[in-house]
Structures are given as structure tokens and as C-alpha cells.
């Protein structure tokens, strides 16, 4: 299985400012995915990362709030930008091999917006 | 689009009893279904999976069974120890689909 890790691991930050979050995979995946799990709730997937292209959002998310990048194989990132308490949730990486279905985990940043 | 629904949202079980919990699915062209199991402070971690071709699965303690005329899935704990103790999510994904879709999540908590 693939072993994801994630920096921050938590942060507390004001409103109207951006937190980016790193996502690194130890071996070459096709997909990655950023997801993201309010307090108490299930996973709401927010965007798939491409690899030399622009992400994929999903219905209710925007490109200029969760920017992201994905330079390579290996590595993400998700930009909260002008954030807002309603931000705070846990923001989670998966990785996605192209010759097995499985989804792995990433630890997760735990973010909180004052 | 996919929609899967789980229950219960919250099961409590004696130490050394069976766990289950139960997944239903909207579309019948779905044909890989996931559990995770989360501990508090942590990531979703893979526990089992199962796809549309085979009707159950075990390891060790924990099996999932797969109903496709029913469209259902359910997850078995047997012999259950305070560390299972967690919260479970199903998932569903569709053939020709990259993106899986989760269930609310059923928080279990075994009572020594």
C-alpha cells in the first residue's frame, strides 16, 4: 500500500488568510484526490489533482478558493484561500495506483479558522 | 450520480459480540465497495474491500458481504476488542468511474 503524508498535521488560522497543504506519496501514482471532512461528518470529495493539468473540482467547490497543484506523480497541493470558520475541517490526500482500484489515506491536516 | 446510505449511524456492542453494519447503493453499475475504518486524530485506513464479482470476503475477524440484486453491502466484525473501536465509512464506485462515494459513517464502540 501507498503511504501518504501530509504537512501541516493541524493549524489554527485568521480569517482572510490561505493555508497550503502538502500531500507526498512514497511511490508514482495516476490519481490523487483532496477531500474534505467537517466535524463530526462523512468525506466530501473536493477535487481530483491531475498531472500536467488543472484539477477537477466537484459541485460546490471553486478553483479560485482550493487551488491546487500536482507538479508530479509523487506530490500535491491544496490552497485554502480567504479562509473562513467554516473552513474548519479535517482536509485529507488520497493516492490511486492505476492497476488497483484502492484508495489510500493520507493522515490528514486538521485546520481551525478563528 | 451514486448515493450510498449507512446504518446505524452509532453501534454500541459488548466486548466479544458481532458488529454489523449495513450499506446500501443507488447505482446498480457500481462494482467496488470499500470500508474504512478511522480512529480519533487519524486518516481513514482500508480494512476490506469487495467487488461486484465475489459475494463475500473475509480476514481474520472482519468479512463484508455483497447483495447486487439488493444493492447492499455489509460489514462483519466478529469476536469484537475495545480497538475497534472507531468510526466505519462504506464507499461505492462505479465501473468507468474514478471516484468512490462514501457513506455517513457509523460510529462503534465496544463496551469492555
Known amino acids: 500500500s501507498a503511504v501518504i503524508s501530509q504537512k501541516p498535521s493541524r493549524d489554527i488560522c485568521q480569517r482572510g488568510t490561505s493555508l497550503t497543504i502538502q500531500c507526498q506519496v512514497d511511490s508514482q501514482v495516476t490519481m490523487m484526490f483532496w477531500y474534505r471532512q467537517q466535524p463530526g461528518q462523512s468525506l466530501t470529495l473536493i477535487a481530483t489533482a491531475n498531472q500536467g493539468s488543472e484539477a477537477t473540482y466537484e459541485s460546490g467547490f471553486v478553483i479560485d478558493k482550493f487551488p491546487i497543484s500536482r507538479p508530479n506523480l509523487t506530490f500535491s497541493t491544496l490552497t485554502v484561500s480567504n479562509m473562513s470558520p467554516e473552513d474548519s475541517s479535517i482536509y485529507l490526500c488520497?493516492?490511486?495506483?492505476?492497476?488497483?482500484?484502492?484508495?489510500?489515506f493520507g493522515p490528514g491536516t486538521r485546520l481551525l479558522v478563528l | 450520480g451514486e448515493n450510498v446510505e449507512q446504518h446505524p449511524s452509532t453501534l454500541s456492542v459488548q466486548e466479544g459480540d458481532s458488529a454489523v453494519i449495513k450499506c446500501t447503493y443507488s447505482?446498480?453499475?457500481?462494482?467496488?465497495f470499500p470500508w474504512y475504518k478511522q480512529e480519533l486524530g487519524k486518516g481513514p485506513q482500508l480494512i476490506i474491500d469487495i467487488r461486484s464479482n465475489v459475494g463475500e470476503k473475509k480476514d481474520q475477524r472482519i468479512a463484508v458481504t455483497l447483495n447486487k440484486t439488493a444493492k447492499h453491502f455489509s460489514l462483519h466484525i466478529t469476536e469484537t476488542q475495545p480497538e475497534d473501536s472507531a468510526v466505519y465509512f462504506c464507499a461505492a464506485r462505479s465501473f468507468g468511474n474514478e471516484k468512490l462515494t462514501f457513506g455517513t459513517g457509523t460510529r462503534l464502540t465496544i463496551i469492555p
Open positions: 447505482d446498480s453499475a457500481s462494482n467496488y
Open positions: 488520497t493516492s490511486q495506483t492505476p492497476n488497483k482500484e484502492t484508495q489510500y
